[in-house]
Structure formats: C-alpha cells, structure tokens
C-alpha cells in the first residue's frame, strides 16, 4: 500500500487537487499518495462561523487508520477557534454521521445540502 503523507495546504497543492484556486479563505491539509494530492480537509471561515469540510479521491480511502488519526489532528486544531464548527453530512457517504459523531459533533438540523452538525470547544 502507497504511504499516506498529510502536509499543511498550499494555494499550489489545492489548485492542482481542485484544478482551480479556492474561492473561500481556508485552513486546510492536503493527503498526497505517491506525491499527488488525493484528498483536502480542514476549515473553510464564513465571517461568523466556520465549517468544516473534507473531500477524498478514491484512492485515499483505503487509508483508515491516517484519515482518521489526519481527522483527530484537525479537531485539535479546531480547539484554537473558540467558536462553533459546522459540518453538513455528505448525503452520498452513508457513514459520515457516524463519523462526525466520533468527532465530538451532534445534529442539529437539515439543510438543501444535507444534515448539519455542530461542534463547540
């Protein structure tokens, strides 16, 4: 199996993995597998609250036990913010409630996206 590294996000890394520039102002970490960007997670800031996002290529799925110790590190980070998280429940990922709820999220609503959940430090 290929090494997972996760680096700080670059505007580089994220325009080669998204093909474009981000449009939001972000806080995020890049998973590359055999040096590609294969997956992008971390914080992206809407003035009074943050959100936190992931997207994973699928070759970077087989790697559990680093996306989950990745996720546990960017909680971490979560900590300095002092202000609610969100996280929208990505309706096509049959596990993300549960996941998000390892993460110290709970649901609280519904929105066109998919089911919203929060975290507070």
């Known amino acids: 199996m290929t090494k997972l590294e996760i680096v700080p996000a670059t505007r580089a890394l994220l325009t080669e993995y ?20 294969s997956g ?7 003035g009074q609250y943050i959100t936190l996002f992931s997207d994973l290529k699928p070759a970077i799925r087989a790697h559990k036990k ?7 590190f960017i909680m971490e980070q979560a900590k300095r913010y002092r202000t609610p ?4 429940a990505d309706p096509d ?17 519904t929105c ?8 507070q430090a």
């Open 18 to 37: 998204y093909g474009s520039a981000p449009a939001n102002s972000q806080r995020a970490w890049v998973g590359l597998l055999d040096g590609k960007p």
């Open 85 to 88: 998280v969100l996280a929208v």
């Open 66 to 72: 680093e996306i989950w110790r990745a996720s546990a």
């Open 93 to 109: 990922e049959p596990t993300a409630p549960r996941f998000l709820s390892r993460l110290g999220f709970s649901f609280v609503g």
């Open 40 to 46: 992008v997670a971390g914080f992206l800031f809407h």
């Open 112 to 119: 066109s996206d998919g089911d919203v959940y929060q975290w």
